[in-house]
């Protein structure tokens, strides 16, 4: 993924249910350019094809292809195995929560959905990839400080600005 700021920034939602992709979309479109898929098939379509998402927020439970599956697909692919996934769902409990991080998902919030925590996460993910470079964020990712992340974040939840993000990484 090459370098952007924020509102550069594409995020995917996979989501068959239009109430939830109304919510997500109401949540993040000041933020990032934002995209919809509504089911698997057509998420791992979108998901490979110029301009790829530089995120994707995933529901577990669609008709026609579970976001387990779409979450292995895409982490099984050259292609789009770099794309942070958040696990958006009403599937909240321990087991599903571990699977998905076991698939290769970065983070999992559950329904109903908080437009305040979704801005929050995705500005941590989003800002991991502005300030770190990729290579840096996966061959390092417990020796890093994500202080800046977390000032971004609580800049996209108050609508703040942030004027100075640093990121250190800890030898």
């Not at 898929?37 to 577990?60: F, K, N, S």
């Amino acid at each position: 993924m090459s370098e952007k700021s924020l509102a550069e920034k594409r995020i995917l939602v996979v989501d068959d249910a239009p109430f939830n992709t109304r919510v997500l979309a109401t949540a993040l479109v000041d933020d990032y350019t934002v995209t919809f898929a509504r089911g698997g098939v057509e998420a791992l379509e979108m998901a490979g094809t110029a301009p790829q998402p530089d995120m994707i927020l995933l529901d577990l439970l669609m008709a026609d292809m579970d976001g387990f599956e779409v979450c292995a697909r895409l982490k099984a692919s050259a292609e789009t195995a770099a794309i942070p996934v958040i696990f958006v769902t009403g599937l909240d409990d321990k087991i599903n929560e571990e699977r998905g991080f076991k698939l290769g998902g970065v983070d999992y919030i559950p329904k109903p959905i908080n437009p305040a925590v979704v801005r929050a996460r995705n500005c941590i993910y989003a800002c991991r990839t502005i300030v770190c470079s990729s290579r840096a964020w996966k061959t390092a990712p417990s020796r890093i400080s994500i202080r800046c992340a977390r000032r971004r974040a609580d800049s996209c939840v108050h609508r703040t600005p942030v004027t100075r993000a640093r990121i250190r990484v800890h030898d």
